[in-house]
């Protein structure tokens, strides 16, 4: 059986399928802390990985450089941004993780965006899920998107996704909730999520917090969820399939 086939199975018999929503399989990010090499800056890193030839090989569904603005605890001592890549599902990623690191052993001359910057070696693994569409990436490719850390003391993935659907449309935004499930420090299955909100544009970023502030604060729940006090980044995409 092939490799890929065996991740897949072997995933979908620890953590299940639908767990949060009737989607039929959630889709996967692979994130890494990143920061930008002397001699280099935010934007030559964004303007080089944008300008990359993917025309071959194998691509994943989408690529974000998560520039860190004002972020929780100290990972701004440490790092500039997170290499967030999206993938359908885990096949897919077990596909392109081989594809990348044939072309790493295989490299040749010229400037690669690896050059440009150092990242953790430890990456993570998520598996994330729509809580609430919208619009976002409305007039440029880069825009504002906050974070926050909830532990569900013993609420279900489902009423994390409820939660963040309605805090999600109070300051319409796209948002999505995001659970570990390989690397980083040791934590209880489906203990935590990170709720992700992506905003149309730094403009309605602005307007829709004043807005929450003047209502007296986000929507609240009747479950056991806490949340942490948030994080703010550019979202600056660098590729998408759609």
């Known amino acids: 059986m092939k490799t890929k086939e065996v991740l897949l199975i072997l995933v979908l018999s620890l953590f299940g399928v639908g767990v949060v929503s009737a989607q039929t399989a959630p889709s996967v990010i692979r994130v890494n802390a990143c920061s930008v090499n002397d001699g280099y ?5 964004v303007e ?4 990359m030839d993917r025309s071959s090989g194998v691509n994943p569904s989408g690529i974000f450089f ?3 603005v004002v972020a929780r605890s100290d990972f ?3 790092w500039d941004f997170v290499l967030s890549v999206f993938y359908s599902d885990m096949a897919s990623y077990v596909q392109h993780r081989g594809y990348m690191r044939g072309r790493e052993s295989g490299r040749e001359g010229g400037l690669s965006v690896t050059d440009m910057i150092s990242c953790s070696p430890a990456p993570r693994v998520l598996f994330t899920n729509v809580a609430n569409e919208g619009e976002i990436f409305t007039d440029s490719d880069t825009t504002v998107m906050v974070s926050q850390r909830c532990d569900l003391n013993g609420s279900s993935l489902t009423d994390a996704g409820a939660l963040a659907a309605v805090r999600g449309q109070a300051v319409g935004a796209y948002t999505a909730i995001d659970f570990r499930v390989f690397g980083g420090p040791e934590i209880k299955e489906n203990s935590s999520v990170n ?3 992506v905003f149309p544009s730094g403009e309605e970023f602005g307007s829709s917090v004043d807005a929450v502030r003047n209502a007296g604060g986000l929507p609240q729940s009747d479950s056991e969820i806490t949340c942490s006090n948030g994080s703010i980044w550019l979202s600056h ?4 399939t759609n």
């Open 76 to 78: 701004q001592n440490d």
């Open 195 to 197: 709720m992700r909100f």
């Open 48 to 51: 080089f990985a944008r300008g």
């Open 41 to 45: 800056s935010m934007s030559d890193v």
């Open 237 to 240: 995409r660098i590729f998408a």
């Open 66 to 68: 998560r520039e860190a």
